[in-house]
């Protein structure tokens, strides 16, 4: 990965009556423009995220999601949902007088909204790089929450304990309490099941942040809107995202870790069969985490080439 550089543009843009979203640019101000869309939902950007692209050569934008990290009123579920948040890239554009088409670049839940951005505004996307295919379907939540508890059996007894009926719509119970030790108990104890996943099967990974490193109330907002999407399916019709994916005629690199459990490779492989203009890159001994050195070697070799036909 590239220097830790910092922004020299950083604050909060207003998206609507109530939504301030935290926008960063880094990198070379009139470069190649890159979004960056991280994953989740609920997560957030950090400086580490700036490290995938040549700061000589991109126009590097982060921005933290509606309700999530550093934006305003944090945790927040109104007025959130999938095409809230397409606005919103629409709007960090316009913000930054953006004339040229924009590369995005998405992980996880971020690859999600980069095709659901793409499949409204295509005509605004030079190309994708989306990693650890998440398409927000029912079954892909299932498998996150029920499917892994052979491979992590501790973490998934723990995770479940008390749980009658939808896991999901057990810990939205429990992290929307009014005692905040329940709700900071619960997020505490979905967050370390998260990190017990990111873990399977992956080799030469950087550790994962623990969820102790996180203030409760972080945490809280967090999960919130975390839950708050995968309860309502991500605000997409069924293999809405798939079905989509075949229209989107935009040169898109979808790079896979081969021992991803949380977003298996066969919902990538999928992605891959019905998009045209894509390529799928899989690489052997990677998980989920886009920090681990194989799959943050891969993502900087693929922006790399992208920039070397564009510039």
């Known amino acids: 990965m590239y220097q830790s550089i910092d922004p020299f543009y950083a604050g909060n843009l207003k998206v609507s009556e109530l939504h301030y979203i935290y926008v960063e640019r880094s990198g070379r101000e009139g470069g190649i423009p890159v979004i960056f869309l991280h994953g989740g939902p609920g997560s957030s950007t950090n400086p580490n995220q700036r490290r995938y692209f040549d700061p ?46 924009v590369i995005l ?18 005509d605004k996307v030079r190309a994708m790089i989306l990693r650890g295919i998440f398409l927000g379907s029912r079954p892909e939540v299932t498998w ?14 723990k995770f479940r304990a008390g749980v009658e009926g939808s896991v999901v719509d057990h810990y939205w119970d429990l992290v929307n309490s009014p005692n905040i030790d329940v709700a900071s108990s619960a997020a505490e104890n979905w967050a370390n099941y998260e990190a017990a996943a990111m873990a399977i099967g992956a080799t030469n990974e950087i ?3 623990s969820s102790s490193s996180k203030s409760s109330v972080d945490l809280i907002s967090r999960t919130l809107v975390h839950l708050h999407y995968l309860r309502s399916d991500c605000f997409l019709r069924e293999n809405q995202l798939l079905d989509s994916a075949s229209n989107i005629n935009v040169d898109t690199v979808i790079v896979q870790g081969a021992s991803d459990m949380i977003c298996p490779p066969i919902t990538a492989k999928k992605l891959a069969g019905v998009m045209p203009n894509s390529r799928l890159r899989l690489v052997e001994g ?15 070799e693929e922006l790399d080439l992208i920039a070397s036909g564009i510039a």
């Open 144 to 157: 996150f929450t029920d499917g892994l508890e052979k491979f992590i059996p501790d973490a998934s007894r």
């Open 207 to 209: 550790a994962t942040q």
């Open 56 to 101: 000589a050569v991109f126009d590097i934008i982060l921005f933290d999601q509606r309700g999530c990290g550093k934006s305003t009123p944090a945790g927040s579920t109104d007025s959130n949902t999938t095409w809230d948040l397409v606005d919103d890239v629409n709007a960090i554009i316009e913000f930054f007088c953006i004339d040229e088409k």
């Open 105 to 122: 670049f998405g992980g996880s839940w971020g690859s999600a909204l980069a095709l659901a951005y793409a499949s409204k505004h295509s």
């Open 286 to 300: 990677a998980g989920h985490n886009a920090m681990g050195e194989l799959l943050s070697g891969a993502l900087v």
